[in-house]
Every structure is written in C-alpha cells, then in structure tokens.
C-alpha cells in the first residue's frame, strides 16, 4: 500500500478524478480478513488532490497558495522571485505555472543536470524534467507545463521531435524573458537581486539562442567605468548617456574587474569621459561576439584595431609626435622584438602608461586566448601590435640608448611590462626580474655620481 499510494502521488496527484484507497487501518488486515469485508462495510479515503492548482482560475489562486505549491513541487524553503500563470487556447492548447526561485540551485552550472519544468498531459504527470520545453539558460526555471494535445503514451523520442513542443518551448520562452523585462522596468532592486544569482546563467542565451537574442540583451547589464564594481548598467542606458557623435559601444574585457578596471587601455577613454563596459565573466568573451551590435550600435573592444575617437568626448589630449619623430624608435623595437611581437606603432590609447599591447580587428583576444588554453586547447601561436607611448620618459630614456645589447634590454622590459599590464604570464620571469634588478642597480649608482657626498 506504501508504494501504491507513492505512486498515485507522483503520477495522479492532479487528475481530476479522486483515486480512494483503503485506510491505513483497514491495509493492515489480513488477506482473509479483508475478503470478509463488504465493499460498504470498508472504509476508504481519497488519496490524490484531485484538482490541480494550474487549472483554476488566476483570481481564484491566493499569492499564498502559488507560493505553498512552488515549495512542494520544487522542494524549496523560500518563496519564489516571481511566477507566471497562463493558459494558451486555440489550435493548440496548454497551461504553464512558472516560477522564477529567489536563489540558485546547487546544481545551477551542471548543464546536464536540470530538475526544472514538469510535464503533465491532461494533468497525468509525464516527466520529471522535459528538458525539451526549456532552454539551457533558463534551466532555473520550475514549474509545469500541462498539454491536452500531447498523447499519454509521450516519450523523449517524441518530444524531440514534436512541433508542438516547439511551440511550447518557444511561447514558454517568450513569457519568461517578457516577465524579466517587466520586473527590470518596474523593480529595479527585485531585478538586481535576480541578475546578481542568475546573470550569467543568461548570458548564455545570447549564444545559443538567435531569436531572442535581442530580448536577452537588453535583460543584461554591465559594470563600467562609471558605475564601479557595484554598478549595473544595462545596454539601453549606455547608449542614452553617449555622448554626441559616439556610434560604437565599447568594451574590455580581462581576468577580473581589478585588472580590467586598472588597464592602460582606459586611459583615453578615461581622459574623454567615454563610458567602457568592464566584463570580467569568462562568458563574456562568447557574449561579445554573439552580440554583434545593439539597437544599431555595433560593439568594439578597446583592446582590438585602430581607435577612430578623434570626435568624440573632451579632446584635451597631446598633440600625437609625427610619424619623422617616432619611425627611428618604432623601428628599432621592431627589429630587436620581431620574433614576439606583430608590429609596432605609436599608440593613441595611452596618455600615462608607456606601453600596452592590442590585437588585430578581427583576432581573437588575448584574454579569449588564455581562457582556451586554461581548458586545454593547443592554440598557435598569435603575435600581438605592441603600440608605444613616445611621450613616455621610460620611452624616451629608451629611445636615447645607443648600446645594441642594453637597448634589446629596454625593450624586451617595455614588451614584459605590457604583457603583464593586461593579466599575461611571462615566458622568462627570471629574466624580468634581472632586468629590472640591473637598471634599478644602475640608477642607484648614477644617483650617487650625481649627488655630494
């Protein structure tokens, strides 16, 4: 009988007819002695619910009683963020109950590990987890779904490859990225707390899923130089707070907030109060390229090709050296450097720092590059541009060096100096930190030529 009411629990629970079992009292009696029992004479009770809560009218339903069968189905101790209840008439017919929970499940990154969307086919549970009615980046989804046009008999193999699941899945989607948008517009607190549990859960949607990409971007939101490491600046407010003549939104991206915050790359932007999103996410770097533009506005990494900032924000940077004052020095770089770097050229990002390093357009970054090889991909091997500073008194003190040999050292210090400005591992640490060691040793001496004893 234990098992027996178990599995009327778990398949029946919601059908609308009562299943009556004996008592427990009247289970515990022998065979014989139950055969002698009259149908009458028995004592049964009801041991399904036998109405289900996603059937009833939305004006019947209390906030309590969404959030008590949110606790039972999803096995949860706390109310959820928000749900959404709805039902679809017409050529095809299904009711969805759908929570949002207000923390994330242990299992939240194990992508193949979803217990989140219950399928019901005329309120007969079908299936634990059809992962078919849900995307990946909204596996933290609960609730169920219940169809009358699904047959009983449904399996996996079915669902694959059903078109009305399709649909399902598709309408199911829409209804949760729609609430999402709605409670970022009405509850900005609400939807901070939800963006810092289940943010970069959907970041992924903006890869793996082409038809709501738009709506999924404008759900995401951003730290910037602006905000700090607190700040939660989504793409439609970039854009507003622009300054006129600006048609890109910019972006670095890097190991952490810290080092990204902290890059030499800002410093133009930084000095033409141009706002630079900050993404720190591993993800982000798969976000990026996904996200090609929005609401017309392509994005550009601060890190990669040429800057075209010459009309935009307060220009009160330097006059750039023309190309006769810095060809001999890039030159020079070029030739002792050639075996670690693309090229070399004056910069038009740094207005502090000596060096920095960038990529071409369309190459992929060196932070991208890290992640792949951190996950064991075998990469080749890509050069970057070296840009230079040629204001820079450690550029300039470079540039004055006659000796070949001490000169190759200056610059393989200023090429270690950029890789590890932007979160790079140096080859030869040793090596660095002789160099530095030599030149630190040096100036000591010159100071004490220099100065009276």
Known sequence: PHRLRGIIHRYSEHITFPVRMPKPDEEGDTPDEAQEQTSSAAEFEVVNQATALWTRPRKEITQQEYDEFYKQICFDFEPPLLHLHSRVEGKQEYTSLLYVPSRAPFDLWDRDRRHGVKLYVKRVFIMDDAEQLMPAYLRFVRGVIDSDDLPLNVSREILQGNRLVDSIRAGCTRKVLDALSEMAEQDAEKYAKFWTTFGRVIKEGVVEDPANRERIAALLRFVTTDTGPDGMTSLQTYIENMPEGQEKIYYLTADSYAAAAESPHLEIFRQRNIEVLLLSDPIDEWVVDGLAEFEGKSLQSVAKGELDIDNLGDDDARDAPTAGE?????????????????????????????????????????????IMQAAGQNLPGSKPILEVNAEHPLVQRAAEEKDDERFADWAALLLDQALLSEGGQLDNPAAFLRRVNRFLTERQEEARIILPS
């Open 326 to 370: 810095t060809s001999e020095l890039t030159e020079r770089l070029q030739g002792v450097l050639e075996d670690r770097v693309e090229s070399v050229r004056v910069t038009r990002r740094l207005t502090q720092s000596p060096v920095c390093l960038v990529v071409g357009e369309h190459a992929m970054s060196k932070h991208l590059e890290r």
